[in-house]
């Protein structure tokens, strides 16, 4: 027997294999599929609302009747069509593209983000994706039609991590323009201010929405093992530049680390979200267990999307 082109246990491996499609799938149908039950079982086809048609959508549920009256183009949506309604935001700035002994921090944040959609899409829930840098860069809306999910890989494969992090301007924008309570999972290192961050946490919730914060770290941002001189550069301004000793810096940046990393999880609690914190070390299924055992205790106190 033939050995397989890619190694299922080596997240590095995984994330730079190439072919971001084919490694969600095996990915979720290795590892997930039969350990989750969906508890978002739709059995009414009671009409919710219009929305606007993106490519991707089946063309059965526009409204043609509606497209006579405006000219426009608008989805249909049911119940039983939209169990759950998912965005995925995935941070593609320039500190996501660090990465050492491992995968980028963006290379594993894509292929969690894409296993994470294909398995909401193996359940027929809508799901959507938003990238950000200082910028909303790829923006599409949840949907259930399997070519979703293909869009949305494609989308993350093509992205390249760049610009400064601009995550209190991008919930400015995203937070009004979700019109139906919805499932919002934000994959990020969280490197930035963290109050604004609260902020919008804060009215995500007062507006219903469900909200997962998955961030990704690298191993040496957590234990900082440098030995040598070493020049650190911003990865989103790289004309910041600093030669350090490693040793005198040590003590006082981990330090720090812990408490930004503190705070950010008194900040998820303090707001009734679900934090799960991973290195690009951990195997892909560390974090998709973690969703999935939010999943089914939320299952058990009822759906976010209705």
Same mark, same amino acid.
């Given at each position: 027997?033939?050995?397989?082109?890619?190694?299922?246990?080596?997240?590095? #491996?995984?994330?730079?294999?190439?072919?971001?499609?084919?490694?969600?799938?095996?990915?979720?149908?290795?590892?997930?599929?039969?350990?989750?039950?969906?508890?978002?079982?739709?059995? $009414?086809?009671?009409?919710?609302?219009?929305?606007?048609?993106?490519?991707?959508?089946?063309?059965?549920?526009?409204?043609?009747?509606?497209?006579?009256?405006?000219?426009?183009?608008?989805?249909?949506?049911?119940?039983?069509?939209?169990?759950?309604?998912?965005?995925?935001?995935?941070?593609? $700035?320039?500190?996501?593209?660090?990465?050492?002994?491992? #995968?980028?921090?963006?290379?594993?944040?894509?292929?969690?983000?894409?296993?994470?959609?294909?398995?909401?899409?193996?359940?027929?829930?809508?799901?959507?994706?938003?990238?950000?840098?200082?910028?909303?860069?790829?923006?599409?809306?949840?949907?259930?039609?399997?070519?979703?999910?293909?869009?949305?890989?494609?989308?993350?494969?093509?992205?390249?991590?760049?610009?400064?992090?601009?995550?209190?301007?991008?919930?400015?924008?995203?937070?009004? $323009?979700?019109?139906?309570?919805?499932?919002?999972?934000?994959? $990020?290192?969280?490197?930035?201010?963290?109050?604004?961050?609260?902020?919008?946490?804060?009215?995500?919730?007062?507006?219903?929405?469900?909200?997962?914060?998955?961030?990704?770290? #690298?191993?040496?941002?957590?234990?900082?093992?440098?030995?040598?001189?070493?020049?650190?550069?911003?990865?989103?301004?790289?004309?910041?530049?600093?030669?350090?000793?490693?040793?005198?810096?040590?003590?006082?940046?981990?330090?720090?680390?812990?408490?930004?990393?503190?705070?950010?999880?008194?900040?998820?609690?303090?707001?009734?979200?679900?934090?799960?914190?991973?290195?690009?070390?951990?195997?892909?299924?560390?974090?998709?267990?973690?969703?999935?055992?939010?999943?089914?205790?939320?299952?058990?106190?009822?759906?976010?999307?209705?």
């Amino acid at each position: 027997m033939s050995e397989p082109p890619v190694s299922l246990v080596d997240p590095t #491996a995984l994330a730079r294999f190439g072919q971001l499609e084919v490694v969600a799938r095996l990915i979720v149908e290795g590892y997930m599929i039969g350990q989750h039950q969906s508890p978002f079982k739709g059995s $009414s086809v009671e009409f919710v609302e219009h929305r606007q048609y993106t490519p991707g959508d089946e063309i059965r549920h526009i409204d043609w009747r509606a497209f006579g009256k405006t000219g426009r183009y608008y989805i249909k949506e049911f119940e039983e069509e939209t169990n759950l309604q998912a965005y995925l935001v995935v941070d593609a $700035s320039g500190s996501m593209a660090y990465g050492n002994s491992t #995968a980028t921090k963006y290379e594993y944040a894509r292929v969690l983000a894409a296993s994470l959609g294909y398995l909401l899409t193996t359940q027929r829930d809508a799901v959507g994706l938003v990238t950000f840098d200082d910028k909303i860069g790829d923006r599409f809306e949840p949907s259930t039609n399997p070519k979703r999910f293909r869009q949305l890989a494609t989308a993350l494969q093509e992205r390249r991590p760049g610009g400064e992090t601009g995550m209190s301007s991008l919930f400015e924008k995203l937070i009004p $323009s979700l019109r139906r309570r919805s499932l919002v999972i934000v994959i $990020s290192d969280f490197f930035d201010d963290l109050q604004p961050l609260q902020t919008a946490l804060q009215q995500f919730r007062r507006n219903k929405h469900e909200v997962v914060l998955l961030q990704v770290i #690298a191993p040496e941002e957590a234990d900082f093992p440098f030995e040598k001189p070493t020049q650190f550069r911003n990865l989103e301004n790289d004309g910041q530049r600093l030669l350090v000793d490693p040793h005198r810096l040590r003590k006082v940046y981990l330090q720090q680390f812990q408490a930004f990393q503190q705070q950010l999880k008194d900040i998820s609690a303090g707001c009734g979200c679900d934090l799960v914190q991973v290195t690009t070390s951990d195997p892909f299924q560390l974090a998709l267990g973690h969703y999935l055992d939010w999943r089914k205790r939320r299952g058990k106190h009822g759906s976010v999307a209705r």
